[in-house]
C-alpha cells in the first residue's frame, strides 16, 4: 500500500512535466535555396529579419515562456545563491598586468564584483589608486572594460568598454595624472591595437556599424590611427584593402596593425581571420605617419605560422605545423625572412605545442599532453632547452609583464584544483607566490571531487580522450545526472579548468564528462583538421561515443544524460541529438550555430569561411550541410528537451541560430518535453557581469538537471498546474 501511494504522489507530481506545451506561434515560409543541384527549404528564414517587429514580438513570447517556467523550478535560486557564495571566497581578481613607464596597470575585481574596475600603481610596492569604475560612469548603464592599454610614458590609458555583452567597443583616453578623460572619444569599434613611440597616437580597428543584425557590419573593416585631439573623422586609414588594394585583403578580414617596443624599426600587420595559418606583414617605421606604408609581406598561409609569433631587434620567433603536426618553434631574420630555411629552437616533440613566452634571457614553451601542460625554457644566450618542473598538474598559463626582467607570471589549474598564480623565475628556476592574485580556498566538499582521464573507442576505431569528474564515493549504477559538454572547433581543446559553476553540480551527485572530440587540438594539427569541413561529422560522433560509454559503463543511463554546446559547439550538440535524440534527456544549445547553411549570411559569418566552408563552393556546401542542425530536425521524431539560448546583442553567432533550430525542434517534437528559448537582453555571447552570467547558466543547469530528474531541480509544489 505504501509503494501504491508514493507511485501516485510521484505520478502527481510530475503531470505537468508530460502536459503538452503550448509554445507561441511560428508561422513557416516558402523559403528555398538551391546549391549545386539540391534544394534546401528554410521554413524559418523570417526570423533572420531582426527589424521585423514580428520577429522580435515572437523571440520575446518565448523568452516570457521560458522565464515563467525556469522560475518554477526548484534549485536554480539554490545554484546562484552556492555561486555568489564561493564568488565572495575568491580573493581580489587582477586580469592582465600591464607595466610602462614605471607604472603598472590593471583590471581587478573585489569579491563580489559584477565587473572589474582600472587602478594603476606607481610601482609594485606603492598603493594602488582606482582610475575607471565601470558601473558608476554612466547612469543606469552596464559597462565592462575590454581592454585596457597604456601609453609608453604611462601618462596616459587607452579604456576601452563595451554595453550588455555587445563586443562592440567605445574607446576612450585618460590623463593618469589626473585621472580624467581626455575630449577624444572613438564610438563602435572592435577594439584597440596600440600606441605609437611617441605617445600622441592610437590604432584601433574601425567597422562599419554597430548593429549586430546587420549582415554587413564587419565587411571591410580598417585599422585606423587616430591622433590626439584631432577629429576621429579625420582619422588615416593606416591599414585596410581599401587603403592598399595590392596586398589582397579579403572583405570579411580583419586587417589590424601593431608595434612592439622590442622591435622599434618595425610595424607589423596581420589578415585576420578564424583560419589558423598567419598571412602577416610589415614595414620600417620610418614613414610611419607619412603617405603610404611599404609593406612587405611577413609570412604567407603556405608557411603555415599558426598560434602567434614574437619579435625581439631583427629576429621573429614563431610557432608552424611545417613538417610538424604537432608543431615546432622555430626564428627566421627580418632583414631577410626565410621560412623555409628557418632555424629551429623546439623541435617537434610526441606533445603538442601550444605557445610560449618571452623574457629577458628565455623562452618559457608550453606544451600539452593532450590534458596537462609541460613547460621546457629556452636560453637565448647558451640555446639550452631544459624541462619546467611545475609545482601540480594541470593546464598552465604564462605571461611575462616586463621583458626587461626574467620573471614570468604562471597559473595552473585542473579540474578540481581552483587557479593558483605564481611567479616563475626563469634565472634561478624556482616559483614563488604572486603578488597579484592568490588561489581561492573552497568548502572541503569541493576538494573531495575525483577526476578520470580516460580514451574511448570512436565510430571509427580512433581513441577519443575523455575526462570525467564526479564526487568522491559516486556509484556507477546508472543512477547519475550526468552532463557533458565539449566543443571541437578552431584548433582549441578543452584544457583542464577548475569550474565552480560546474562542479556545484558535481558536489550534487551529478557526473560531469568532457569529451575531447575531434576539431579540437588536443592530439595537435591532425586531430583539429579531422573534425573540420568535410570532416565534421567526426567531432559529433566523438560526442555521441563518449555518451555510449558513460551509459554502458554505469555513470549514467540515457533518460538522465544532458549535453551542452556553446558558439561552434552549437554544431556539436545539435547534430548530436539529431543523429542520436535516443542518447540524450536533455540538450543545450548556448549561443550555439545551429543553421549552419546561413552561418556566412550573418554579420560575423564570413569571417568564419575558413573554418566551416561556404554555400559557394560545391563539397564545402554539402558539409555545411551536414553540420547544420536545423536542417537535419525530422517531423515526428522524440527528440530530448532543448533549451536554445541566444544573447540579443551578440555579434558572434546572432541570436536567430540557436532561435530558428528552436522553432524547428518545438514543430517536430512528438516527445513532449519541452523545447524552449531562452533570450539574455543584458547579454551577448557573453559578458563580464557575474550576476548575468549567473542567472544565465543557472537556468541552462537547472533546466538540464530537471529534465534529468534530479531530485533537487523538480517543479516547486506550488507549481503543479498544466502549462501554458
Known amino acids: ?222 585599422t585606423k590611427l587616430h591622433t590626439l585631439g584631432t577629429d576621429p573623422k579625420m582619422d588615416i586609414d593606416f591599414f585596410s584593402n581599401e587603403a592598399y588594394p595590392g596586398l589582397g585583403i579579403e572583405e570579411k578580414s580583419y586587417p589590424y596593425s601593431f608595434i612592439s617596443k622590442d622591435a622599434k624599426d618595425y610595424v607589423f600587420a596581420i589578415e585576420g581571420t578564424v583560419q589558423q595559418e598567419l598571412k602577416a606583414f610589415y614595414a620600417p617605421i620610418a614613414p610611419f605617419n607619412s603617405g603610404k606604408i611599404a609593406w612587405k609581406t611577413l609570412s604567407i598561409p603556405d608557411d603555415k605560422l599558426v598560434r602567434s609569433f614574437d619579435i625581439v631587434g631583427d629576429k621573429v620567433y614563431a610557432i608552424t605545423h611545417n613538417g610538424a603536426t604537432k608543431r615546432k618553434l622555430i626564428s627566421t631574420n627580418l632583414k631577410n625572412p626565410d621560412w623555409a630555411n628557418a632555424k629551429i629552437i623546439a623541435p617537434e616533440k610526441t606533445m603538442v605545442l601550444e605557445s610560449f613566452t618571452r623574457c629577458k634571457d628565455y623562452l618559457l614553451i608550453s606544451y600539452s599532453d593532450g590534458i596537462n601542460t609541460h613547460f621546457f625554457k629556452y636560453n637565448l644566450m647558451t640555446e639550452a632547452m631544459t624541462e619546467v618542473k611545475l609545482p601540480f598538474t594541470g593546464s598552465a598559463y604564462s605571461f611575462c609583464m616586463d621583458t626587461k626582467t626574467n620573471e614570468i607570471a604562471v597559473a595552473i589549474t585542473s579540474w578540481n584544483k581552483p587557479f593558483t598564480e605564481f611567479i ?110 568535410t570532416t ?49 534527456a536533455a540538450a543545450i544549445c548556448n549561443v550555439g550555430c545551429a543553421n549552419a547553411m546561413r552561418l556566412e549570411f550573418s554579420s560575423n559569418g564570413p569571417v568564419n569561411i575558413p573554418e566551416f566552408g561556404t554555400v559557394t563552393d560545391s563539397v564545402e556546401c554539402k558539409a555545411l550541410y551536414e553540420m547544420d542542425g536545423m536542417q537535419h530536425v525530422k517531423k515526428g521524431v522524440k527528440y530530448p528537451a532543448v533549451m536554445g539560448v541566444g544573447g540579443w546583442t551578440d555579434p558572434r553567432v546572432v541570436v536567430w541560430q540557436p532561435g530558428k533550430f528552436v522553432a524547428a525542434a518545438q514543430n517536430a517534437s512528438t516527445s513532449g518535453k519541452p523545447v524552449l528559448m531562452k533570450v539574455n537582453y543584458d547579454n551577448g555571447h557573453f559578458t563580464e557581469d557575474r550576476e548575468v552570467t549567473f542567472a544565465n547558466f543557472a537556468d541552462q543547469y537547472a533546466f538540464v538537471m530537471w529534465q534529468c530528474r534530479h531530485p533537487d531541480f523538480q517543479e516547486k509544489k506550488d507549481a503543479l498546474k498544466q502549462k501554458p
Open 1 to 222: 500500500m505504501k509503494k501504491s501511494i508514493l507511485l501516485l504522489l510521484f505520478f502527481i507530481g510530475n503531470l505537468s512535466l508530460f502536459a503538452q506545451w503550448q509554445y507561441p506561434a511560428t508561422k513557416t515560409v516558402d523559403a528555398k535555396d538551391t546549391y549545386w543541384g539540391v534544394t534546401y527549404t528554410d521554413p524559418y528564414r523570417w526570423l533572420e529579419d531582426m527589424k521585423d517587429p514580428a520577429v522580435n514580438a515572437w523571440f520575446k513570447a518565448q523568452a516570457d515562456l521560458t522565464n515563467a517556467t525556469m522560475n518554477n523550478i526548484a534549485g536554480r535560486d539554490e545554484l546562484i545563491a552556492e555561486w555568489r557564495k564561493l564568488d565572495k571566497l575568491q580573493p581580489p581578481q587582477i586580469y592582465y598586468p600591464i607595466k610602462e613607464g614605471g607604472r603598472i596597470f590593471y583590471q581587478k575585481r573585489m569579491p563580489g564584483e559584477k565587473v572589474s574596475k582600472v587602478y594603476f600603481r606607481e610601482n609594485m610596492d606603492a598603493p594602488e589608486q582606482l582610475l575607471f569604475d565601470p558601473l558608476n560612469y554612466l547612469e543606469n548603464k552596464t559597462l565592462s572594460v575590454q581592454r585596457i592599454v597604456p601609453s609608453y610614458d604611462g601618462k596616459k590609458l587607452l579604456i576601452s568598454h563595451a554595453e550588455n555583452g555587445a563586443e562592440v567597443e567605445t574607446i576612450q583616453v585618460m590623463n593618469v595624472d589626473t585621472k580624467q578623460f581626455l575630449p577624444d572619444v572613438i564610438h563602435a569599434t572592435a577594439g584597440i591595437s596600440g600606441w605609437t613611440f611617441d605617445n600622441k597616437a592610437f590604432m584601433y580597428m574601425w567597422i562599419k556599424s554597430a548593429d549586430n543584425t546587420d549582415p554587413t557590419a564587419r565587411l571591410n573593416p580598417k
Open 424 to 533: 616563475y623565475n626563469a634565472e634561478t628556476d624556482k616559483f614563488s607566490a604572486s603578488p597579484f592574485n592568490q588561489a581561492p580556498v573552497y568548502p572541503d566538499e569541493y576538494k573531495d571531487l575525483v577526476v578520470e582521464e580516460l580514451e574511448v573507442k570512436g565510430h571509427d576505431g580512433v581513441m577519443v580522450p575523455l575526462s570525467i569528474i564526479y564526487k568522491k564515493g559516486t556509484k556507477k549504477d546508472g543512477s547519475n545526472v550526468c552532463l557533458m559538454e565539449s566543443y571541437g572547433a578552431y584548433g582549441y581543446g578543452m584544457s583542464p579548468y577548475f569550474s565552480a559553476e560546474l562542479n556545484s553540480l558535481a558536489i550534487k551527485g551529478a557526473v560531469i564528462a568532457i569529451p575531447h572530440v575531434r576539431g579540437g587540438g588536443e592530439k595537435g594539427e591532425d586531430w583539429y583538421k579531422a573534425g573540420y569541413k
Open 536 to 584: 565534421k561529422p567526426n567531432t559529433w560522433k566523438d560526442f555521441i561515443s563518449c555518451a555510449e560509454y558513460l551509459i554502458a559503463n554505469g555513470y549514467t543511463k540515457a533518460s538522465k544524460l544532458g549535453g551542452t554546446g556553446t558558439s561552434a559547439g552549437g554544431i556539436l550538440i545539435t547534430r548530436a541529438i539529431t543523429e542520436r535524440p535516443d542518447l540524450f
